[in-house]
């Protein structure tokens, strides 16, 4: 680290703290040139995760719009906001442990939908007509058939 007053790189630690979010470390910097404290902030970098449509456009990754659409296919269902955004959650931890700085739509959908298909059949139907664009009534059958009768 270089001090900011005269450029040297020799310097000592005095204090470390977490930020308030600890989000980031706080250290106090001593140079032992000039003996002038300095502040320094580390921070893990994110590196930005970008999505990749159907069209070939490529987005950034956003939350708000998995939220969207899984609202969409629960509403007036018995699933409380707690459930949504631990599911949500749970897909993003699995999209990110991929250490990939890309996803595809598709990827998303399909981790969307096997998340659904635990948490609530009806929404699971209602996502998958719209994710792959049933255009019959027979398609909604082939896939309610999917299930154990027990579980609708």
Sequence with gaps: MRCPFCQADDDKVVDTRPSE??????????????????????????VPL????????????????ILKGVIRAL??????????????????RDVLERNEREVTTSEIGALVMNNLRELDAVAY????????????????????????????
């Design 21 to 46: 979010d600890c989000r980031a470390i706080r250290r106090r910097r001593e140079c032992l040139k000039c003996n002038k404290r300095f502040t320094t902030h580390e921070r893990v970098e994110d």
């Design 50 to 65: 970008r999505v990749i449509k159907k069209s070939g456009e490529r987005e950034a990754y956003s939350r708000e719009n």
């Design 75 to 92: 509403e007036k269902r018995p699933v409380s906001m707690e459930q949504i955004d631990q599911m949500i959650d749970n897909i993003e």
């Design 125 to 152: 139907v209602r996502f998958a007509s719209v994710y792959r664009e049933f255009k019959a009534v027979d398609e909604f059958v082939k896939e309610i058939d999917t299930f154990d009768k027990g579980t609708m």
